[in-house]
């Protein structure tokens, strides 16, 4: 790998050399982003005024200033008001269209994308309501944008298993054929009361996607691989601190989704020259990399390749990282050996 000094965690500021040209036209997959979490500042302001809601910042410019992360609790503030924004199947589609037209700007090809489904239910909002809207928005995507866009309904951990329970009801009575997976996100709580919840998950053909081991412990890790037998980690970047549970993770090839802005955000690391992501990728691991929520942690997924190279990656290691996001994904066989192929000719290029 070249090596370079991690400088501030800029991630919108251009790379020097070919680097910045080769990030745009690599051919990208994006994992782990939240739909909620991916509303920029114009679509909340929009929708506020649209919905009546109050408690938000009466001037766009005042709404950007807003959304600049401050600590974790303010950004569940944001959070919140962002989904307290959605009430209308045009909102959803108008939410899920804006984001995909902002992955595809980036070059991404495919993504699956988390959508805090109870946060919506506990609003009293219905769950055709919001597949309705977002159904609209992947379908016109993939006809304006070609982007592929699968969805992975979740519920907060840290509000018990009656939570992950209506959730999992209202996927199996209303979710489209794009849903792909279950998850359980929120604060990190154990996972193994959420054992039975998962299986039944499966049993109903959905994939187990759990967040586990960003900040909740190796513990996390093994509940969510032993007890709701994870077929891909969000965040599980504690995982490094078991070199058993990294051998096991590496053999039994289980992809773990990485979002360095994130973690920095949300102090999962203590700096980005810090993040864990290199050795991943030393130790043989399938790691992705993802924005999680990017307006709200100033980033992008553009920019999560910069933080990559500046970390020290190497363009080959940037084509594997794009690489494993299509191996991780669960796109058809014959869209991942084409997507791989272009993946490979953008390399190519650059490295001739």
């Known amino acids: 790998m070249e090596t370079h000094t991690p400088d501030a965690h800029r991630p919108f500021a251009p790379l020097p050399g070919p680097a910045e040209a080769f990030i745009r036209d690599l051919p990208k997959v994006e994992l782990h982003v939240h739909l909620e979490g991916s509303m920029r500042p114009a679509t909340l302001f929009d929708l506020a005024r649209r919905n009546g809601v109050e408690g938000i910042p009466g001037t766009l410019e005042a709404v950007r200033d807003w959304y600049a992360f401050t600590d974790f609790p303010h950004f569940i503030d944001v959070y919140l008001a962002s989904v307290a924004t959605l009430r209308s199947e045009d909102d959803f589609a108008l939410l899920a269209g804006d984001v995909a037209g902002t992955l595809a700007a980036q070059n991404v090809r495919y993504a699956e994308v988390h959508v805090s489904l109870y946060a919506h239910l506990m609003r009293g909002v219905d769950a055709r309501t919001v597949f309705s809207g977002i159904e609209r928005a992947r379908v016109r995507a993939a006809r304006e944008h070609g982007i592929e866009l699968r969805w992975i309904p979740d519920f907060p951990g840290d509000y018990g298993v009656e939570s992950g329970e209506e959730t999992l009801d ?27 919840l998962f299986a039944g998950a499966r049993k109903a053909g959905l994939r187990s996607l759990p967040h586990a081991g960003e900040v909740g412990g ?83 997924l553009t920019g999560e390749y910069r933080t990559a190279h500046r970390l020290g990656l190497d363009l080959p290691t940037l084509a594997l990282l794009a690489r494993n996001g299509v191996d991780a994904s669960f796109m058809n066989g014959t869209r991942k050996t084409g997507l791989k192929a272009e993946i490979d000719e953008v390399l190519a290029r650059y490295t001739a």
């Open 170 to 196: 209202a996927v199996l009575a209303h979710g489209p054929d794009s849903v792909v997976g279950f998850g359980v996100g929120g604060i990190e709580v154990p996972r193994t009361p959420f054992a039975d």
């Open 218 to 300: 190796v513990e996390r890790v093994r509940e969510a691989l032993d007890d709701l037998a994870a077929e891909r980690l969000g965040h599980g970047i504690q995982a490094m601190e078991d070199p058993e549970l990294v051998a096991r993770l590496r053999d039994e090839r289980v992809p773990v989704d990485v979002s360095p802005t994130s973690n920095l955000r949300t102090r999962a690391v203590e700096s980005i020259a810090g993040h864990p992501l290199p050795r991943m990728l030393d130790a043989g691991l399938l790691a992705t990399l993802n924005s999680d929520d990017p307006p709200m942690f100033g980033t992008d």
